[in-house]
C-alpha cells in the first residue's frame, strides 16, 4: 500500500500515514510541518469524535485560547472558530463555535474532548467507547521541560482505559496518533 506524506498544500497527511498503520502512529519531525494541522484536518473530515491530548494542564489552557490554540490556523484557513466548554475540572468539550453578543458560544454537538496526560492519568473507569482516536499533541517534552513520573504507564493507561479491549467485540480499536516536533 503506497502511502502520502504530504497533501499538496505541503502538510502532513494524517489520513494516508492512518491508513497503513495499526493502533498506534507516531509523527516526529520539525515544527510547522502540519502535523497538528494535519490531525485537525482528519477529525473534521471524518466526523469521529475524538480525545485530543497533551502532557499537562497549562498546555491545555493555552490549547483553549483563541489567541495561542494550534487550532487556530485550521480555523483560519476554513473559516470556523472551536469552543470549549467544562465537562468536568481540567477536561473540556471541543465544539464548533460562533460569536454572539461578541461572546465564542459552543454551537452543535461536541466533536471531541480535551484534557492532559496529567489529569487523566489518575482516572480509571470511564467510559470512552464513544472515542474513535486519541490525538496526543507535542508528546515528547522539550529539554527544559520536567519530566511526568512513570510517564509513559500514565500514557498507556490512558489508551487502555478509553479503548477497553474493543477488538474483544468485534470493534477496531481506537486510533492513536502521537505527535510531536524532534527534540531529542
Known sequence: MKINLFKPNGYVDIKSILSAAPMFTWIVGGRGTGKTYGAVDLMEELGELFVYLRRTGPEVDIVMSSELSPFRKWGKDHDTVFAFENIVKNVKAIYHGK???????PQGEKIGILGSLTTF???RGFDGEEFKYIIYDEFIKEPHVKKIKEEGQAFFNIVETINRNREFDGTPPVKVLLTSNSFE
Do not use: H
Not at 460569536?99 to 458560544?105: E, F, R, Y
Open 99 to 105: 460569536i454572539v453578543d461578541g461572546v465564542l458560544k
Open 121 to 123: 492519568a489518575g482516572v
